[in-house]
């Protein structure tokens, strides 16, 4: 892909996530005005963002396709959803979950 081919206006730009620093990097260069849903989800296959795009996020967090993995701090849970293969890191707090 060359940038040339891509410049222009848009209306938005969104993450389609794999870590924090997407998005960070988008708002560090004025790109992202607010944040969208997978800008802060750790999604390591661009196939499965691809499929939940496709399936309009049909199942995207349902409770039977969630397993808690671990605290990954003091405040926070890692929660992943198995069918597509995404992790949130920031969303599941320690306060209001545990891990059973």
Same mark, same amino acid.
């Given at each position: 892909?060359?940038?040339?081919?891509?410049?222009?206006?848009?209306?938005?730009? @969104?993450?389609?996530?794999?870590?924090?620093?997407?998005?960070?990097?988008?708002?560090?260069?004025? +790109?992202?005005? @607010?944040?969208? !849903?997978?800008?802060?989800?750790?999604?390591?296959?661009?196939?499965?963002?691809?499929?939940?795009?496709?399936? &309009? @996020?049909?199942?995207? +967090?349902?409770?039977?396709? +969630? &397993?808690? !993995?671990?605290?990954?701090?003091?405040?926070?849970?890692?929660?992943?959803?198995?069918?597509?293969?995404?992790?949130?890191?920031?969303?599941?707090?320690?306060?209001?979950?545990?891990?059973?």
């Amino acid at each position: 892909m060359n940038l040339e081919d891509i410049k222009g206006h848009y209306d938005a730009i @969104f993450s389609l996530g794999d870590l924090c620093l997407t998005s960070l990097q988008l708002k560090d260069n004025n +790109l992202r005005t @607010f944040s969208g !849903i997978l800008d802060w989800v750790s999604s390591p296959s661009l196939k499965n963002v691809n499929v939940l795009l496709q399936n &309009r @996020f049909a199942d995207f +967090l349902n409770l039977k396709n +969630l &397993r808690i !993995i671990k605290y990954i701090s003091q405040w926070d849970l890692l929660v992943w959803d198995e069918v597509y293969n995404i992790g949130f890191n920031h969303d599941f707090k320690t306060d209001k979950n545990t891990l059973t």
